[in-house]
């Protein structure tokens, strides 16, 4: 599976951006896809994640109410879209994909991930 990552840029306090996913390869062996980020100087740290069978999704509490992923069947792609965005949003943003060994209480954790992209960089200036 190969994810590519894309979508990031500046952005004003208080905008929005639109993030992309999209998977291609396997992508029969997904059982989720998650996003990611890492701030300069912190631990990487999930976001969301959608179920690649009924696009349930999960959240990080951190996230809840201004983050929302979702997904295009159609493309393999899957969206995190970001409002009312923070400096501290700043970081580098990954898309991680799964294939779901090891059990669902596992979905927020980077180590549940089996295929990382490239990351995107998301500056938020105050």
């Known amino acids: 599976v190969q994810l590519q990552a894309s979508g990031g840029g500046l952005v004003q306090a208080g905008g929005s951006l639109r993030l992309s996913c999209a998977a291609s390869?396997?992508?029969?062996?997904?059982?989720?896809v998650g996003w990611f980020r890492r701030a300069p100087g912190k631990d990487r740290e999930f976001l969301a994640g959608?179920?690649?069978?009924?696009?349930?999704?999960y959240y990080a509490d951190s996230v809840k109410g201004r983050f929302t992923i979702s997904r295009d069947n159609a493309k393999n792609t899957v969206y995190l879209q970001m409002n009312s965005l923070k400096p501290e949003d700043t970081a580098v943003y990954y898309c991680?994909?799964?294939?779901?060994?090891?059990?669902?209480?596992?979905?927020?954790?980077?180590?549940?991930?089996?295929?990382w992209g490239q990351g995107t960089q998301v500056t938020v200036s105050s």
């Open positions: 991680a994909a799964t294939r779901g060994y090891g059990g669902t209480d596992y979905r927020f954790q980077s180590g549940y991930y089996d295929f």
């Open positions: 390869g396997r992508t029969f062996s997904i059982a989720a």
């Open positions: 959608i179920w690649w069978s009924d696009s349930s999704s």
